[in-house]
């Protein structure tokens, strides 16, 4: 059984089991999941410039827009700087903060409270320790810069860069040179100095040293590049509906997909072109069934698909709170989030359709439980299924290791979003298999579209938070519909 965990002042606070998706190049199941990671890199706001005066005009200066001035922000320089509703470390964490990151202030005096002399109100809620051990108010800290420049990529759909691991033993320093990070805050590394085989490993930077490639792993330890087998960036992602593409559309997750065309004698026959793996065409209304066996059109083509040979999202009729999916929510209990938003994953389908409201705004493949669906009388971890059922996204981890009790895990695994212990949406960048069964029972997602869902959900991760919790009282949370 795989499990998401915090590790944290040597520690271990459960925030839910997880039994992620094995993948093809993990094998096994998936670990689990140690604390998110890094911060978002917003670092100062930028300044305006104030143009100077055209020539031939007035030396008598002129009124111009004056200069923002720069808000305080609070710069983090390790691992887990929770986020606490108020000064005090015993209350319970709503979100928290990674190395490399900064954060605006609300206010620039201090709070004494229970943990910690100085605790600082951030945006846009919540407050956090600035002990300079773990966080400073000051930008030009040395630790602060020197870890910055490898903090997560938070823009990107990938954080890091990743590979395999075929037997990892991790080193604190390159050969014959001192740490070149200074004295990091403790706890910074994780508690482990191997990967197994099959683990995967996230990577910030690479440098040569006497002939020899070392690789620097997300949490600044060195490891040999011939001890990993790189990944290639997944590209797959899903399309956004509402101008190229609109409902029926149709993905193809198998390879082989032929083409069919009509005949001399009007029949729907086999071509030898095949639709390629991992597309998405445009489908029109028309549907044909020959013998028993289903065809759809491919639009502005001559083109048809047999409908088993792809993967076709149909969405159910209504919306997780009883409006008709397609036509004018006049029913009054849309959710009170901005956008609202839902998702709607069939399990044994493959797909996903993201909607705002009763419109479907997204659509993908995703990777369920190996196991399929739930089983009476069996334990759904254990046969690796996907529950069913409608859940709120409950909290969300920008990254998050994921390890199990056998030592092997996935590092900085990018977009994670909670939905039932232990189970969550998240992006899988061990393997390509698009469509088909692949995890121990969670859903992934390719990066691109696990940033894409990311972004599109509720709660919303604030500017410059790591992780976020949904706390009762605020926008409703993002609901899950998940189905055969």
Known sequence: MLKIV????????????????????????????RES?????????????????????????????????????????????????????????????????????????PVRGPGCASYYAIEPSGYVCVDEKQATLNAD??????????????????????AQSNGVQLHPALPGTDNQFGNLPPLFHEPRRRFLPFSTVAYADERTVAGETWLLSADFLWFKADEVTRYPEVSFHGVELGREYRLPLAFFRQKGARKYRRNDAGKLARTEDEFALQSVVQLADEVEVQRGVSYRKVAATEDWVREVDAVIPSPRGTTPWGAHVGVEDRTGRAPKN???????????????????????????????GRGGIPKDGEDTLEIAATPLGTFPISGKLATVTMDSPGESLH???????????????????WHNNWGNPQSGGCINV??????????????ALPSGWHAVRWRPGLADRTLLVVHE
């Open 141 to 162: 800290d040395a630790v602060y810069k020197a870890v910055s420049r490898f903090a997560p990529r938070l823009d990107q759909p990938s954080p890091h860069r990743y």
């Open 338 to 368: 901005q956008k609202k938003s839902w998702l709607e994953v069939s399990v044994l389908g493959g797909w996903l359709l993201a909607f705002e409201g009763t419109r479907a705004v997204y659509a993908t493949l995703i990777s369920p």
């Open 446 to 459: 390719s990066p691109i579209d696990g940033k894409w869902l990311f972004d599109f959900s509720e709660p």
């Open 6 to 33: 915090f590790r944290v002042r040597a520690r271990r606070l459960l925030l839910c089991g997880l039994a992620l998706g094995a993948a093809a190049s993990c094998k096994r199941r998936e670990p689990s999941v």
């Open 411 to 429: 590092s900085d695994v990018p977009w994670t979003q909670n939905f039932e212990k232990p189970y969550a949406i998240h992006a899988a960048y």
């Open 37 to 109: 990671e890094r911060a978002a890199n917003s670092t100062r706001a930028p300044r305006v410039p104030v143009a100077p005066p055209e020539a031939g005009a007035s030396a008598t200066p002129i009124e111009s827009a004056a200069v923002p001035a720069e808000k305080p922000r609070v710069y983090v320089k390790n691992r887990f700087v929770f986020v606490r509703p108020r000064a005090d470390v015993n209350a319970d964490w709503i979100g928290f903060l990674w190395f490399g990151a900064s954060v605006e202030l609300r206010s620039t005096e």
